[in-house]
Protein backbone atom coordinates (compact mmCIF):
# COMPACT_ATOMS: atom_id res chain seq x y z
CA UNK A 1 0.00 0.00 0.00
CA UNK A 2 1.02 3.47 -1.14
CA UNK A 3 -0.72 5.16 2.00
CA UNK A 4 -0.82 8.84 1.28
CA UNK A 5 0.18 10.46 -1.44
CA UNK A 6 0.35 14.15 -2.67
CA UNK A 7 0.88 15.63 -5.72
CA UNK A 8 2.92 17.75 -6.54
CA UNK A 9 5.70 17.76 -3.54
CA UNK A 10 6.65 21.33 -4.25
CA UNK A 11 4.85 24.37 -6.73
CA UNK A 12 5.95 27.75 -7.29
CA UNK A 13 2.82 29.87 -8.30
CA UNK A 14 2.53 33.74 -8.85
CA UNK A 15 -0.44 36.06 -7.33
CA UNK A 16 -3.77 35.07 -9.25
CA UNK A 17 -2.69 31.95 -10.61
CA UNK A 18 -4.38 29.14 -9.89
CA UNK A 19 -3.90 25.52 -9.25
CA UNK A 20 -5.01 22.22 -7.96
CA UNK A 21 -3.04 19.78 -5.42
CA UNK A 22 -4.17 16.14 -5.15
CA UNK A 23 -4.51 13.61 -2.82
CA UNK A 24 -4.94 9.99 -3.05
CA UNK A 25 -5.13 7.42 -0.45
CA UNK A 26 -5.35 3.58 -1.04
CA UNK A 27 -6.72 2.58 2.29
CA UNK A 28 -10.42 3.02 1.43
CA UNK A 29 -10.77 5.57 4.20
CA UNK A 30 -14.20 7.21 4.59
CA UNK A 31 -12.79 10.79 5.91
CA UNK A 32 -10.15 12.90 4.15
CA UNK A 33 -8.67 16.29 5.23
CA UNK A 34 -6.58 19.11 3.82
CA UNK A 35 -4.57 20.74 6.30
CA UNK A 36 -1.66 23.85 6.34
CA UNK A 37 0.75 24.39 8.52
CA UNK A 38 2.58 27.32 9.04
CA UNK A 39 5.52 28.37 11.50
CA UNK A 40 4.34 28.49 15.03
CA UNK A 41 0.94 27.71 13.72
CA UNK A 42 0.37 23.65 14.06
CA UNK A 43 -1.93 22.41 11.52
CA UNK A 44 -5.14 24.13 10.60
CA UNK A 45 -8.02 22.44 8.99
CA UNK A 46 -8.78 23.80 5.83
CA UNK A 47 -11.79 21.54 4.42
CA UNK A 48 -12.26 18.00 4.44
CA UNK A 49 -14.82 15.21 3.78
CA UNK A 50 -16.97 12.34 5.22
CA UNK A 51 -17.62 10.38 2.66
CA UNK A 52 -17.36 10.22 -1.43
CA UNK A 53 -19.81 13.80 -2.81
CA UNK A 54 -19.53 15.34 0.50
CA UNK A 55 -17.48 18.52 1.56
CA UNK A 56 -17.06 20.69 4.83
CA UNK A 57 -15.62 24.20 5.67
CA UNK A 58 -12.77 23.68 8.71
CA UNK A 59 -11.24 26.53 10.53
CA UNK A 60 -9.49 28.13 7.60
CA UNK A 61 -11.81 27.69 4.23
CA UNK A 62 -11.36 31.03 2.88
CA UNK A 63 -9.57 31.14 -0.70
CA UNK A 64 -9.96 27.43 -1.04
CA UNK A 65 -12.05 24.94 -2.59
CA UNK A 66 -12.44 21.09 -3.01
CA UNK A 67 -13.98 18.37 -4.94
CA UNK A 68 -14.30 14.10 -3.31
CA UNK A 69 -15.82 12.61 -6.98
CA UNK A 70 -13.96 9.38 -5.99
CA UNK A 71 -13.07 7.83 -2.31
CA UNK A 72 -9.98 7.58 -2.69
CA UNK A 73 -9.40 11.04 -3.90
CA UNK A 74 -9.65 14.45 -2.30
CA UNK A 75 -8.46 17.90 -4.86
CA UNK A 76 -7.69 21.21 -2.68
CA UNK A 77 -8.28 23.91 -5.08
CA UNK A 78 -6.65 27.70 -5.18
CA UNK A 79 -8.49 29.84 -7.51
CA UNK A 80 -6.88 32.69 -6.92
CA UNK A 81 -3.34 32.09 -5.33
CA UNK A 82 -2.17 35.15 -2.75
CA UNK A 83 1.42 35.16 -1.10
CA UNK A 84 -0.68 34.33 2.31
CA UNK A 85 -1.31 31.13 0.91
CA UNK A 86 2.39 30.32 1.06
CA UNK A 87 2.49 27.03 3.34
CA UNK A 88 2.76 23.55 3.60
CA UNK A 89 -0.34 21.69 2.75
CA UNK A 90 -1.17 18.11 4.41
CA UNK A 91 -3.45 15.94 3.20
CA UNK A 92 -4.57 13.17 5.51
CA UNK A 93 -7.24 10.18 5.95
CA UNK A 94 -9.26 8.60 8.58
CA UNK A 95 -10.78 4.95 8.95
CA UNK A 96 -14.53 5.86 10.45
CA UNK A 97 -14.30 3.15 13.33
CA UNK A 98 -17.19 2.24 15.66
CA UNK A 99 -18.78 5.56 14.03
CA UNK A 100 -16.67 7.97 15.12
CA UNK A 101 -12.86 9.00 13.06
CA UNK A 102 -9.94 7.57 14.33
CA UNK A 103 -5.97 7.55 13.72
CA UNK A 104 -5.47 10.03 10.74
CA UNK A 105 -2.64 9.11 8.43
CA UNK A 106 -0.58 11.54 6.42
CA UNK A 107 0.83 12.23 2.82
CA UNK A 108 4.65 13.82 3.09
CA UNK A 109 3.29 17.38 2.45
CA UNK A 110 3.58 19.68 -0.39
CA UNK A 111 5.00 22.75 -0.07
CA UNK A 112 3.57 26.00 -2.10
CA UNK A 113 5.12 29.08 -2.82
CA UNK A 114 3.42 32.38 -3.79
CA UNK A 115 4.85 35.02 -4.92
CA UNK B 1 -8.26 28.89 16.94
CA UNK B 2 -6.12 26.24 18.30
CA UNK B 3 -8.13 23.41 20.63
CA UNK B 4 -4.36 22.14 21.75
CA UNK B 5 -1.21 24.22 23.38
CA UNK B 6 1.78 22.33 23.50
CA UNK B 7 4.32 22.92 26.66
CA UNK B 8 7.59 23.47 26.30
CA UNK B 9 7.62 24.71 22.92
CA UNK B 10 11.26 23.62 22.48
CA UNK B 11 12.98 20.79 24.44
CA UNK B 12 16.70 19.62 24.43
CA UNK B 13 18.37 16.67 26.45
CA UNK B 14 20.54 14.41 26.49
CA UNK B 15 20.07 10.43 24.99
CA UNK B 16 19.20 8.10 27.31
CA UNK B 17 17.24 11.06 29.32
CA UNK B 18 13.62 10.87 29.71
CA UNK B 19 11.22 13.81 27.89
CA UNK B 20 8.04 14.88 28.94
CA UNK B 21 5.87 17.41 27.17
CA UNK B 22 2.45 18.61 27.87
CA UNK B 23 -1.07 19.46 25.77
CA UNK B 24 -3.46 21.62 26.98
CA UNK B 25 -7.12 22.05 25.39
CA UNK B 26 -10.19 24.19 25.56
CA UNK B 27 -13.43 21.65 25.23
CA UNK B 28 -14.44 18.30 25.68
CA UNK B 29 -12.87 15.36 23.62
CA UNK B 30 -13.99 12.25 22.70
CA UNK B 31 -9.91 11.00 22.65
CA UNK B 32 -6.75 12.80 22.65
CA UNK B 33 -4.47 12.11 20.39
CA UNK B 34 0.24 12.30 20.19
CA UNK B 35 1.84 12.68 16.81
CA UNK B 36 5.04 12.97 15.44
CA UNK B 37 6.49 15.27 12.97
CA UNK B 38 10.75 14.52 11.45
CA UNK B 39 11.87 17.73 9.82
CA UNK B 40 10.08 18.17 5.82
CA UNK B 41 8.06 15.35 6.44
CA UNK B 42 4.36 14.27 6.98
CA UNK B 43 2.56 13.53 10.73
CA UNK B 44 2.80 9.97 12.06
CA UNK B 45 0.41 8.88 14.81
CA UNK B 46 1.96 7.50 17.99
CA UNK B 47 -0.75 6.95 20.11
CA UNK B 48 -4.39 7.60 21.03
CA UNK B 49 -6.25 7.73 24.84
CA UNK B 50 -9.96 8.34 24.75
CA UNK B 51 -11.78 10.34 26.85
CA UNK B 52 -12.75 7.29 29.86
CA UNK B 53 -8.67 6.41 30.10
CA UNK B 54 -6.52 7.89 32.29
CA UNK B 55 -3.06 6.62 31.47
CA UNK B 56 -2.10 4.28 27.99
CA UNK B 57 1.53 2.38 27.29
CA UNK B 58 2.80 2.17 23.87
CA UNK B 59 6.97 0.55 23.97
CA UNK B 60 8.92 3.79 25.41
CA UNK B 61 5.76 5.98 25.30
CA UNK B 62 3.63 6.89 28.27
CA UNK B 63 0.50 8.95 28.01
CA UNK B 64 -1.38 10.20 30.93
CA UNK B 65 -4.79 12.21 30.38
CA UNK B 66 -6.57 14.07 32.92
CA UNK B 67 -9.70 15.49 31.87
CA UNK B 68 -10.71 17.52 34.79
CA UNK B 69 -7.83 19.81 34.00
CA UNK B 70 -8.30 19.18 30.21
CA UNK B 71 -4.56 18.46 29.85
CA UNK B 72 -2.65 15.56 28.64
CA UNK B 73 1.33 14.68 29.06
CA UNK B 74 3.47 12.56 26.64
CA UNK B 75 6.83 10.55 28.08
CA UNK B 76 9.42 9.48 25.84
CA UNK B 77 11.76 7.63 28.35
CA UNK B 78 15.12 6.64 27.22
CA UNK B 79 15.45 9.15 24.65
CA UNK B 80 16.96 8.35 21.44
CA UNK B 81 18.83 10.41 18.61
CA UNK B 82 16.36 9.35 16.58
CA UNK B 83 13.14 10.84 18.31
CA UNK B 84 14.60 14.39 17.23
CA UNK B 85 10.77 15.61 15.91
CA UNK B 86 8.02 18.10 16.45
CA UNK B 87 5.38 16.52 18.64
CA UNK B 88 1.76 17.39 18.30
CA UNK B 89 -1.45 16.71 20.39
CA UNK B 90 -4.50 16.31 18.61
CA UNK B 91 -8.17 16.19 20.01
CA UNK B 92 -10.88 14.96 18.63
CA UNK B 93 -13.77 17.10 19.85
CA UNK B 94 -17.05 15.96 21.33
CA UNK B 95 -19.54 18.75 19.40
CA UNK B 96 -17.19 18.20 15.97
CA UNK B 97 -16.92 14.32 16.22
CA UNK B 98 -15.15 13.95 12.61
CA UNK B 99 -12.53 17.29 13.20
CA UNK B 100 -9.37 16.76 14.81
CA UNK B 101 -7.96 19.66 16.30
CA UNK B 102 -3.68 20.24 16.39
CA UNK B 103 -1.59 22.25 18.98
CA UNK B 104 1.26 24.03 17.98
CA UNK B 105 3.69 21.30 18.78
CA UNK B 106 6.63 20.62 21.03
CA UNK B 107 10.31 20.55 18.78
CA UNK B 108 12.60 18.02 20.87
CA UNK B 109 15.98 17.67 20.15
CA UNK B 110 17.79 14.67 21.55
CA UNK B 111 21.62 14.98 22.09
CA UNK B 112 23.68 12.12 20.97
Known amino acids: NAGVTQTPKFRVLKTGQSMTLLCAQDMNHEYMYWY?????M???LIHYSVGEGTTAKGEVPDGYNVSRLKKQNFLLGLESAAPSQTSVYFCASSPLAGGRTDTQYFGPGTRLTVL | ??????????????????????CSYKTSINNLQWYRQNSGRGLVHLILIRSNEREKHSGRLRVTLDTSKKSSSLLITASRAADTASYFCATVRRDTGNQFYFGTGTSLTVIP
Not at chain 2, 2 to 13: H, M, N, R, T, Y
Open chain 2, 1 to 22: SQQGEEDPQALSIQEGENATMN
Open chain 1, 42 to 44: GLR
Open chain 1, 36 to 40: RQDPG
